[in-house]
C-alpha cells in the first residue's frame, strides 16, 4: 500500500513536470503570428484580394529573407494567417472572435467600418493592436487604444474630391447617392460641408440598399433633377452597376465621383470600360503617381498577383511597420501598441504618422481613369493631431 | 412627371418584372410536376449564368453553341440531382416539407460550389447585341430587352402547352398530383422526376445567361433574385406559367413604380406587403391553376 502511495506521488510528479516543461516550450514563440480579417466572400470579396495580396508579398519579402531579427538576437519569421471577414459586421464579430483565439500578435483588418465598429470591443478587451483600414471617421473614436487606422478617414476622402470637382472640373449641380452602410454613409456626411465651402449643394440626394440590382427610379430623378455630376459613394458591385446603368439610361455625360471603391478593377470591369472613362477618384495609392517607388510596387505586385486595387494594397506597408516594431521592442503587444501610437514611419505608399485617434495617414489623391489607365488629378497633406 | 419619363419607368419595371418572371419559370415548372418549391432554383440559375460566362466569355465559344452547351451541361446537372438528391426523397415517401428543407441544404451546396469554381468577386458578360443603348424619340431601351421579352414570351408558350397537351406534361402533372395513382397507371415516376429537373435546370440556365448582362454574378445572386420570384410565383397563381410572367411584371413595375414615387429604400417592404395582400385576399393568385379533387 505504501508502495502504491509513493508511485502514485512520483507519477503525479513526473506528469505535472512534464506539463510545466511544454508549458515552457509552448510560451517560446516559433513565429510572428499575423491575422488577417479581410473579405475572403461577400460583396467585398474582390477588395480581400488585393488587402491579402499586398500583405502576403510583403510577408513573402520578409521572410525570405530569413525573417525578424528580435533584439536577443533570435530571428523569427512571420506566420500570416487569413480569417473571412465575410463583408457584413456578424461575420466580422465571428471572424474577431477566430482571430483572437489563433492569438496573434497583431490583427490586420477589418476592412469595412461597420465590421471595425461591431467588432473592436473584441481586440480591445483582448489586448491586441488592430491595424484597420476601415474610413468612418468614428472607428477611430471609440476611446480604443488598441484601434489603428492603416486608412485615412472619409472626412478627407470627400473634400479633396469635391474641391477637384469643383476646381478641375467646374460642377455646379452635383447629385448625390449613397448606400445605406456605414461606409458610404460616412462620405455622404462629410460631402455636405465639403460642398458648401464652395457654395454647392446637391439638387439631389438619392439611397439605395446594399444588394439593389436595379437603380432606375434614383437615376431618373437625378436626370430629373439636372443634375451635372453625380457623386457616388457605394461598395464596388453598386458602383459598377451603377455607373453602367446610368450610361443605359442616357447620362454618360455626367461624370461621376467615387471613393476607393472605384478603384477596384472589378468597379471596371463591371461597369464596362466605355462607361467608366472619366470616373474621377479619391485614393491614397494611385497607379498613376510618377514616383518611381510606387511605380516599382504597383508592377511588382501586377506580376505577382495582377491589376491591383490600389486603394487596397495598404497592408503591404503594415507588415513593414509591424516586423520593424518588433524589431526594435520584441514581441510585447503592448510596448507593439505604444509604437504604433507613435508611429512616425517612411513606408513604399507613404508616410506614416499617428495622430492621437490612432490614425496613420495623413495623405489623399485623386485620380481620373483616361484611355486604359488612372492619371493622378491631385494631392493633399494634411496636418497631424499628436 | 412626363409621358416620357413615366414610360421610361415602366421599361425598367418590365425589365426586372422579366428576370424576376424568368426566375418564377422555374419554379413553377417544378411546383407542376413535383408539387414543390425548390429554394435552390435561383442559386442553379446564377450557376447557369457562370457556366455561360466560362464557355461565352473566357473560352471564347460562338454565342449560339455556348448557349446551347450551357443549356445541356445545365440539364445534365439537374438529371445528376434528381437521381441523386431529389429522387430518393420522393421515393421514401418523406414528407415534402422536409424535401423543401433538402432544397435549402442545396443553397448552401450551389452557393459554395459557385465560390469554389469561380471565386467570389461579381464578373458578367456582354451579349452579342451589344450594350449600346437604343434611343427611341426619348425613350431608351437596351437591345437585350426586346430578345428578353421574345424568349419569355415563347417559354411562357411551350410551357404551357407542354403541360396542357403533351402526354409527356400530363404525365407530369398526373405524378405531381396523385404519385401513387400514376404509379398504379403505369406512369414511371423516376423518370418523369429526372425530366422534371431536367428541363428546369434547363430553364434555369436559360434565366441564368439572359440575366447575367443585367445584373453581375456574384455567388449570392440567385437568392436575392429567387426571393422576389417565389413572391412572382405565388401572386401569378401557383401553378400557372401566365401567371409567373403578369406575377413577376407586377413585382418589377411595382418596385420600380414605388422607388421613383415613395422611396427607394422601402421597395422591398413594398412589394412583400402586395404579396401579404394577395395571401390574404387571394391566395390562389391572379391566374390560378383549378385542380380538381374527387371525393
Known sequence: MKQHKCLLLLSLCVLVAALMLIGCKQSQPKSIKIVHLAPLTGAASSYGVHLVG?????????????????????????????VDETSNSAGAIEGA????????????????????????????????????DATNAQ??????????????????????????????????????????????????????????????????????????????AQLLAIKKSGADSIFLYAYTPEVGKITRQRSELGMKNIPV?????????????????????????????????????????????????????ASHLCHYDSVYIVADIVSRVGLDREKIRQ????????GVQGHYTADKEGNLIHFMNTQVWKNGQWVLLETENYPVAR | MGFDTVLQ?????????????????GISLIWNATGLFNFAQGDLLTMGGFVMLSMFAKWALPYPLAFVLTVVVMGLLGYLLSQGFFYPMFSQGLHPDIIIIGTIALIVLVQNGILLLWGPHPQRFSTPLGDHPVHLGQIIVMPYYLWNIAIVVVLVIVLQMFFKKSMIGIAMRAVAQRPVAAALMGVRTNQLVALTFLLATGLAAVAGILIAPII???????????????????????????????????????????ATLVVPTYKDVFIFLILIAFLLFRPRGIFSSEISEKV
Open chain 1, 54 to 82: 499586398g500583405a502576403k508579398m510583403a510577408v513573402d519579402e520578409i521572410n525570405s529573407k530569413g525573417g525578424v531579427k528580435l533584439p536577443d538576437g533570435t530571428q523569427l519569421k512571420i506566420e500570416y494567417v487569413e
Open chain 1, 139 to 216: 472607428t477611430t473614436r471609440q476611446g480604443n487604444p488598441y484601434t489603428f487606422r492603416m486608412q485615412i478617414s472619409s472626412e478627407y476622402w470627400i473634400p479633396l474630391l469635391v474641391k477637384t470637382a469643383a476646381e478641375t472640373y467646374h460642377i455646379k449641380k452635383p447629385a448625390v447617392i449613397y448606400g445605406l452602410n456605414d461606409y458610404s454613409k460616412a462620405n455622404w456626411v462629410a460631402t455636405e460641408p465639403a460642398m458648401q465651402k464652395y457654395g454647392l449643394k446637391p439638387v439631389t440626394v438619392q439611397t439605395f440598399n446594399d444588394n439593389d440590382q436595379d437603380f432606375s
Open chain 2, 9 to 25: 419607368i415602366l421599361i425598367q419595371g418590365l425589365n426586372m418584372g422579366l428576370i424576376y418572371a424568368l426566375a418564377a419559370l
Open chain 1, 257 to 309: 465621383f467615387s471613393e476607393r471603391a472605384a478603384s477596384d478593377p472589378a468597379a471596371l470591369n463591371l461597369a464596362g470600360p466605355e462607361n467608366f472613362d472619366g470616373m474621377v477618384t479619391s485614393t491614397t495609392l494611385s497607379p498613376g503617381d510618377p514616383n518611381p517607388k510606387i511605380q516599382e510596387f504597383i508592377k511588382q505586385y501586377t506580376a505577382k498577383y495582377g491589376v491591383p486595387s
Open chain 1, 339 to 346: 509604437e504604433l501610437s507613435k508611429l512616425d514611419y517612411q
Open chain 2, 216 to 258: 453581375p454574378l456574384t455567388p449570392e445572386m440567385g437568392s436575392i433574385v429567387a426571393l422576389k420570384a417565389f413572391a412572382a410565383v405565388l401572386i401569378g397563381g401557383l401553378g400557372s406559367f401566365a401567371g409567373a410572367l403578369i406575377g413577376g411584371i407586377v413585382i418589377g413595375v411595382a418596385e420600380v413604380v414605388f
Open chain 1, 97 to 132: 472572435r477566430k482571430a483572437i483565439s489563433l492569438d496573434p500578435l497583431v490583427i490586420l483588418g477589418p476592412n469595412r467600418s461597420g465590421g471595425v465598429l461591431a467588432a473592436e470591443k473584441l481586440w480591445k478587451d483582448a489586448k491586441i493592436p488592430a491595424i484597420t
